[in-house]
């Protein structure tokens, strides 16, 4: 993202002006851009003309609308990003009020008018714009009939392609149905590995698996590329690095990104970072039980006390339509920062932001023992749910 | 194009199925006829020739001809009972006496209805004279009398619906009361002196008529679960039985089966079919990675010569060649190339052997840790198990210790239903075949197993050696071991394993473990019949997204059969529904009790040894049967007493080591699953997290 015009006023007031280079940036612009914003940005627009004779031609032409938004729209596998609104500010083409969809196209500058904008938000934006951030890793976690090929960026986990094939087990006497079925399989995840990591941005490529299928894959991989004359493959060949999980399944990503191989070779990445305080706080909990909380009430009365020493909390906590409550989150994290505390933002677009956005999206390590607040919860008993899109509906 | 339909040969079970639910209940379009009247008027040949087969093989054991059979006899007076009323000629008279007659049974006609022949009528008026008084008083004493035998008749003749494998042999007892009545019925004794109201008896004849009508619905030959097709049933129109108030129940009950599934009889089917068959029993064999699992199993399979003298030299030789002739009995069972080039096992490898009393199917379950929901998937199919622990020092405790197999797999077993275990001390030789060692090894099990929830009474211990075969299937030689050891033999231990009960009558289900290419069309999955019955031709639904399909064959150990029951190991020819839509783990279940299926539900769960605890939202690897799904604990409801089952905590922040909770799973995809109340087998489930089972448990509440 660069940033390339921002004014912001005392009162907090003002416009931004970004331009998206990546598909990630996408993701910062939906994480910044909320209802009840204004964005400029240029788009195409079918437009109607009547002649004096009644007829009326369609044309599509390219303007620079600026519109309020209603209503964003975000496809997480190809980063759109779709903005609805009204018009306003009447054009020769768009009349006041009128509703249109915004695209955000990459390499188009778009212009953000925000009544307020708080820190979070200043913040997304100058993450977004840390070019140093850009360490992209493509993983491969497999097991024997399923595959997944994700891509990790700074802020997000991607799956791209996901493989499910069924392989039928050894039975006496005909393994070759077996062994067929693998070698399928195994080309499969080969030919999106072809497709959909880009090695000129890619950094490494992890394969891991439980058991010697990595093993047995690499070596497939390897000898259909001779064969086939991979170019691409062979010449990346010291980027593939090839380490252990549980299983094929995405959550075992979490278990490759602690693998202390990998934490070596993409040490600053958000994403290892991000599983790794996860981690703390589950040995907290299992350790100092009174020490780790959850939940928005247990921890709006620990940062009351001050107690908080490093805050979790995930941003789909921001992106919630209501105002208000974005605000009573946006002062959560400034008043635990003002006490010295820190705040990690997880990234609901990774392995361990998912699980905390399941985990009531907030969590915190406290600095001191805080029992009281855990036998607090036995007066009343409706506490869970307050992720945005964990809904908790009893319905029998 | 209906013209042109063959008619005569076509399936109507077959043809119409799926059609009302398609076109609703109107009979037009483009079917000339309707099903209903096909069936009954239309000469099919094919189904005569299947009914007759099939009537044929179900009933052997009926003699040919029972000249004392109240059946025979039953028949004749019914025939009898049916020509008087369709082909009595009237006796030849003279005028006057033909219009008495005629008003005479007029006149008793008005009374009695028509429950009463008109021979019978015509005969007791002529008997009589024609004097009214008498002859109602004769055909209504007579038929208070056959009401009166009637209810032991009937007795009888529901014998043959209920099991019709003892029908032959009816009570003597009943049948001989029923032919004396019969007798006297037949022989017309002279009318009581009593006289009964006329009103009083016509009170009586509709019961009457109704108690004859009953036990002979359809004027059956064949007994009611044979289909009823025009050659065998005469001119009934078939009665839609079975389908009642099941279906009605159920959303399901909109797929259609045909009436021999509907209505079949399961313990029946099972006792004619397998009676015969010695019983079958699944046995996996579990332990840490290179107890010698396979090669205890590979010399198993060679000593009771299930493996022929040429194959072993072949893997002898190979072996050689690797320079790991150790392996050499481990290859009958680990068969791809990656398993035996690594030496390990890495699926489940099967095979079965015969003892005197049983056919044991053997489950070779891989032992290292990355392969444990392989073994998972087959320990869901087992009934007993084999423990395997390497005796030698050093490999016992590794094995042994937080983290090996040994532990796990044990404590994986039992929370999965198998609760007799035997425990065989492998590479007792290379010990010496020491007793110290022996008897350690045994104290420390014993302690464990018992906490893990085995009875002491369920266990065996048994000293042997895989490789060289000692106390395999014949009593020790090694005099090492014959001086302390004087036990069963391995494979008497496994002849003395205990039979589980089978769920034959409960409805279908059938897990998934395997699907493939078989030979000719359609595609086979393999797996464990669960509970119930599956014959070749029933419709079956399958996993979650309820498609319906059909079986076309049922194959066990490579041999055909018509029928399977609950506890065998079988593959399945399917046809239509597509081998896509179908996945390792899904389940096959009875269209008419359909299998919930769910994304969400509740499970009383116990936590194991957990390096962090577990929170809401914590995500996991749902284990059931073989299926292994993403899943999310998205609720924790109340943690419980461990014992008494007492909530202590409601909404508990966390879980931790060894505590006993209720919560709430959530998988992203359907899933078909069953409270462990209403099916023990598919009401289990397991939860792993990083190639460690974090808990296990039981279905407690399907949303």
Not at chain 2, 450 to 471: I, M, R, Y
């Amino acid at each position: 993202m660069k940033l390339l015009g921002k004014y912001v006023d005392k009162g907090m007031q003002g416009t931004v002006t970004l331009m998206p280079e990546e598909s990630e940036d996408m993701w910062h612009a939906y994480n910044l851009i909320s209802e009840g914003d204004s964005v400029r940005s240029t788009t195409i627009r079918k437009v109607q003309n009547e002649t004096a004779t009644g007829s009326s031609t369609s044309s599509r032409v390219r303007t620079t609308l600026t519109i309020a938004v209603e209503g964003i729209d975000f496809d997480t596998q190809a980063c759109v990003l779709r903005l609805k609104g009204r018009n306003i500010e009447e054009n020769q083409y768009v009349k006041m009020g009128a509703y249109h969809t915004l695209d955000l196209e990459l390499n188009r500058k778009f212009e953000l008018r925000k009544p307020e904008w708080d820190t979070i938000a200043l913040e997304r934006i100058e993450m977004a714009c840390d070019p140093s951030q850009s360490a992209d890793v493509a993983a491969v976690v497999m097991q024997e009939g399923l595959a997944h090929v994700c891509l990790i960026t700074a802020s997000m986990t991607l799956v791209r392609s996901k493989i499910e094939v069924s392989i039928p087990r050894k039975r006496k006497g005909s393994v070759q149905q077996h062994e067929k079925g693998l070698a399928k399989f195994y080309e499969q995840v080969m030919q999106s590995i072809l497709r959909h990591v880009n090695f000129d941005v890619v950094k490494c490529v992890l394969i891991a698996s439980p058991g010697f299928v990595r093993d047995q894959f690499y070596e497939y991989m390897f000898q259909q590329a001779i064969k086939m004359d991979y170019k691409l493959l062979l010449d990346n060949k010291s980027k593939f690095m090839l380490v252990h999980a549980s299983s094929g399944f995405k959550h075992s990503l979490k278990e490759v990104l602690q693998e202390p191989a990998v934490v070596a070779k993409m040490s600053d990445t958000k994403a290892a970072g991000e599983v790794k305080a996860l981690e703390q706080f589950y040995m907290m909990l299992q350790c100092e039980p009174a020490k780790a909380f959850y939940g928005k009430k247990h921890i709006l009365r620990a940062a009351e006390s001050q107690a908080i020493e490093t805050l979790l909390i995930s941003d789909n906590l921001f992106r919630c339509q209501d105002v208000n409550l974005r605000k009573e989150y946006v002062n959560l994290v400034e008043s635990v920062r003002d006490a010295g505390g820190e705040v990690k933002i997880f990234s609901s677009m990774h392995i361990s932001g998912e699980q905390l956005a399941q985990l009531t999206g907030i969590a915190a390590l406290l600095r001191f023992p805080m029992p009281e607040l855990e036998d607090s919860d036995d007066e009343d008993d409706e506490n869970g749910a307050v992720g945005g899109h964990h809904n908790d509906s009893d319905s029998d | 194009m209906s013209r042109h339909r063959i008619v005569r040969t076509m399936d109507y079970n077959d043809e119409y199925d799926g059609y009302d639910d398609v076109y609703g209940h109107s009979v037009d379009d483009d079917h000339c006829i309707s099903p209903t009247d096909a069936q009954q008027w239309l000469y099919d040949r094919q189904r005569g020739q299947q009914s007759i087969s099939a009537f044929i093989s179900k009933n052997k054991d009926i003699k040919e001809e029972d000249t004392d059979n109240d059946d025979d006899d039953e028949d004749e007076a019914f025939a009898k009972a049916r020509r008087d009323s369709e082909s009595f000629q009237m006796p030849e008279l003279d005028e006057l006496d033909q219009a008495k007659l005629s008003s005479c049974v007029d006149e008793v006609r008005s009374v009695v209805g028509d429950a009463v022949s008109e021979r019978c009528i015509v005969e007791t008026s002529m008997r009589f004279d024609f004097d009214i008084q008498k002859i109602l008083d004769e055909i209504l004493n007579e038929e208070t009398k056959k009401t009166t035998t009637t209810p032991a008749k009937s007795k009888t003749l529901t014998i043959p619906a209920s099991t019709s494998a003892s029908a032959s042999a009816p009570t003597p007892a009943a049948t001989a009361t029923t032919v004396t009545q019969s007798k006297s019925v037949n022989k017309l004794p002279p009318p009581p002196p009593a006289p009964a109201a006329p009103s009083s008896g016509s009170a009586i004849a509709p019961p009457t008529k109704i108690s004859l009508k009953e036990p002979r619905r359809g004027f059956d030959i064949a007994s009611p679960k044979t289909p009823s097709s025009p050659v065998v049933s005469g001119r009934n129109t078939p009665v839609d039985i079975g389908i009642g108030d099941e279906a009605s129940r159920n959303a399901a009950g909109i797929f259609k089966v045909s009436k021999d599934q509907a209505q079949r009889n399961a313990q029946q089917l099972y006792e004619k079919e397998r009676s015969d068959q010695k019983s079958h029993i699944h046995m996996i064999v579990i332990g840490h990675v290179d107890a010698g699992k396979s090669t205890l199993m590979g010399h198993l399979l060679y000593d009771t010569g299930n493996v022929s003298q040429r194959v072993m030299h072949k893997h002898e030789q190979e072996s050689k060649k690797l320079g790991k002739q150790s392996f050499m009995y481990a290859w009958v069972l680990d068969e791809t190339g990656e398993e035996r080039a690594r030496g390990i096992t890495m699926d489940v490898g099967q095979s079965r052997i015969e003892t005197k009393s049983k056919i044991v199917t053997l489950l070779d379950a891989p032992g290292h840790k990355d392969f444990i929901p392989n073994m998972i998937s087959g320990a869901t199919q087992a009934d007993v198990a084999l423990l395997v622990v390497d005796a030698t020092r050093g490999e016992f405790e590794s094995g042994f210790e937080l983290g090996g197999q040994t532990r796990e797999h044990a404590i994986l077993v039992r929370s999965l239903g198998v609760n007799q275990l035997g425990v065989v001390i492998n590479k007792l030789d290379t010990v010496g075949w020491s007793k110290e060692r022996f008897d350690e090894i045994v104290t420390k099990l014993k302690a464990f197993l018992k906490q893990a929830g085995f009875k002491e009474s369920d266990v065996t211990f048994t000293p042997c050696s895989g490789l060289t075969g000692e106390n395999l299937t014949k009593s020790a030689q090694e005099s090492a071991l014959t001086a302390w050891y004087t036990g069963p033999h391995l494979l008497d231990v496994i002849e003395n394993f205990k039979i589980p009960e089978r769920a034959i009558d409960r409805p279908l289900r059938m897990s998934v473990s395997d699907i493939y290419k078989g030979t000719g069309s359609g595609f086979c999955i393999s797996g464990r019949i669960e509970t119930g019955v599956l014959c070749v031709n029933d419709k079956v639904l399958v996993g979650a997204s309820r498609e319906q399909a059909q079986v076309k064959g049922l194959t066990m150990d490579d041999l055909s059969q018509t029928s399977v029951f609950a506890g065998d190991q079988i593959s399945v020819t399917l046809a239509g529904v597509d081998i896509n839509n179908i996945t390792v783990g899904c389940i096959i279940s009875d269209p008419q009790i359909p299998i919930p299926v769910t994304t969400r539900f509740q499970a009383r769960i116990i936590v194991f040894n957990v390096k962090v605890p577990i929170t809401m939202g914590f995500p996991v690897l749902l284990h059931h049967q073989s299926l292994i799904e993403p899943a999310v604990v998205c609720k924790l409801t109340a943690s419980i007493h461990k014992s008494t089952g007492e909530v202590v905590k409601k909404k508990p922040r966390c879980l931790g080591n060894n505590s006993c909770a209720l919560v709430e799973v959530e998988t992203s995809r359907p899933i078909c699953i069953e409270r462990y109340a209403d099916f023990k087998e598919l009401g289990r489930i397991m939860l792993r997290v990083a190639g460690v089972t974090i808990a296990a448990g039981m279905v407690t509440k399907i949303r």
